[in-house]
C-alpha cells in the first residue's frame, strides 16, 4: 500500500484502488470469530452464574409478561399463579424457579399466540421497595405476539385433484388464546368446502392443555369412482387433550346431513338405492401419537392413530348406525450407508392400515335387524394416498363401473427413500423404491 | 325363409361398409411417446393373478334378474298394487299442495318429507326447500303469484277437459283408454281421493262439479286397480 511520491497523491490512489477484497474477506472473517468468542464468553459466564448460585433460595415475587397487549390478564396469572402460590409455602432454589417458569413459557408457546423464543430475565427488586425481602426475584418474560389475523389463500395440486383454498385464522380473539379459523375451498373433485372452527383453551389442573371446540362444515364431492356427489352439512363439538410430549387424545360429538344426489347416468342399483339423505349422529374418539421427525418425509420415529366412531345407537338416534374403528401406524428408521459418514439420507419406512365398520340397531330397539351399512360410511381404498398402483378407490367391491367400498378392510407398505446424487440429503427431494398392498374382506 | 333372404343382402352391404373404416384405422398417428418394448413386456405379465371380486354389500338386495320400478307408494299399498303419489303427477297442482300450508302439513309432508330423514331439523330445511323450488317454478310464468288467476286457470282447464270428453267413456272416442287417459287420470285419481288427506278442497270441488272427468276416473281406477283401497 505505501509507495514513494508525495503523500496525497498515494492516499488518493489507495483509495480509488478499492479495497483488496481478500483483505476484506479476512477482516470480516476475524470480527466474526471475535463476535462468536465473546458470546461463548457470555453464555459461559451465564451458565457459570445459574451454577453457582443454583442452589440459592429465592422467593419469587413477581412475574410479568411484557409486550403482550392484547392478551388477558386472567390468562396468563392462570398458567403463572400456581408456581406463585406453591412459592409461598416454601422457598424455590434458582434452578427450580427458573424450571417452573420455563414450563409455563412452554405451555405459553403451546397456544402459538407468541413467537419463539420466549425469553426469561431475572432480576432482584429495587432495595428501596418496603415489600421486598432479601431473597426475593423478579421474573420477567419478554414476549412477541403474532399478528391476530392470518389471511392464506393459495392453490393445491395433488392427490388426483386441484383446488384453490382461502383460510383465514383470527388468534387469541378475546386475549385467552381463542382462535377463530375459516376456509373456503373451490376444486375439481372437492367442489367446495366451507369450514368454520372455533378453539378455546379450557383451563385445567392436569399437565397438558385441554381446548374446546366447535364448528360447522359445508361441503360438496364429487365422486366419481361411484357416480354421485355427495353433500355434506354437519356441526360439531370436540374436546381436546394434548399432552406436554404432545400425544393427542380428541373426544367429539358430531351431527351430519348427508346426502347422495347428482348421480350419473349410468350410476349402478347399489348406488341408485344408497341414494338420498341420511343423518349420521356420532361420538368419535382419536388418539394420534406422533413421534415422527418429519411428517412428511419421514426419517425416524414413529406414528400411531386410532379412531373409535360409534354412529346411531341409543340416545343417538339419527339414520344410520353402526361402530366404526380405524388403525394407522407409520415407522422410519435410517439406514447408514458403510462409507458415509453422518446422515446418509437413505431410510426405511412401513405402514399399517386397517378397518371395521360394524353395524348396529338403530336407537334404542336393540332386538331389532342391524341397519346394513351404506356407501356413505363405507371404507374406499386405492390411490396415491394408500395404496399406489391402483386408480382412486379402485380397490374392493365394485357394482358396474362403480366402487362401492367394504366393511373391512387392510392395508400395508414398505417404503424405500434414496437421496438424488447431485441435489443431495438436505433437500426434501428422494427416489422412493415402494412395495404396497391392500384388499377388503367380508 | 324369405326373410333370410331380405336380411342376407343387408348385412353384405354392411360387411362391405365396414371394412373401407378398418383400412383407415391403421393410419392413426403414432404417439409421441412410447414406452420402451422391455418395460412393455414386463408390464405385460401384469396382474399376476386376478382375485374373484369382493361380495357386493347387503344393502344392494336387488333383483338383477328382472326390470325394477322405483315409485312413491306405501309398504302396504305396494303390495296390494295401488296407484303411486309420484310429485310428478301433482306438479301442476304447485299452489294447491305445496303453497297452501294445511295441504302441505296433511298431503306432502307425510309422503314426501318424513320417509326421507328422522331429523327434524333435515326436514325442516328439506320442506323449506321444496316450497322454494314450488314457488319459483310458479313465478317462471308470471312475476307474481295470483291465487285466484291460477285457479281460474284450473277451471278453465277442467271445462276443456270435460268438454274434450263428452259423454264418451274414454278420450277421443276410444273403445280403450291411451296415454292421455293414463295422464288425466294421474291428475284427478289423487286429486279425487279421500284417502289423500286433502284439507284445503278447492281444487278438488272445482274438478268434482265434472261429472263426466269424475266417472272416468273411477272407471278407470275399477278397471286397473280394482279389488284396492284407494292412494
Redesign the interface.
Known sequence: MASSGAPDETIFETLRKGVDPQLQEEKLREAAARQHAVQVKEQRRLAELIDSNSSLPCTISSIRVLNAPHTRKTFLSRIFDPIITANKERPYTLAEAIREVSIGADKLHRYDIFHQPISLFIDRPSKTDPSSTPTDIDIYLSVREKSRLLLKTGTDVGNAEGSAYGNLLLRNIFGGAESLNLNASLGTRTRSSYQAAFEAPIPSATPGDLRAEIGGLASSTQNAFASHEEVLKGAWTKTRWISNSGTRHELSYSGTWRQITGLGSSASPTVRGDAGDSFKSSITHTYINDRRDNALLPTRGYFTKTLLELAGWGPLQGDVAFAKTELQTQGAIPIPLPGVQGDSGVSLSTGFRAGLLYPLSLGFDFDSKPTPSRINDRFQLGGPADVRGFRLSGLGPRDGADSVGGDLYAAGSANLLFPIPRVGVDRPFRFQAFVNGGGYSL | MSQDDKTTPENKTQANTTEPSSKSSSSKPKPWFDTPAPVKRLFGRFPLQTYA????????A?D?SRN?L?IFTTDEAAGSGAPSFNPSCLKWQLYALYLTPSNFDSVAKPRYILP????P??RQ??SYQLRQAAATELLKQSPAIDVESLFRDAEKAWEALSELLGDDGYFFAEETPGLFDASVFAYTHLLLSETMGWKDKKLADALAKHDNLVRHSERISHKYFDEIEPA
Open positions: 371380486p369382493n361380495h357386493l354389500p347387503l344393502r344392494t336387488v338383477r325394477n322405483y326421507t330423514c328422522s331429523n331439523l333435515v330445511t328439506i
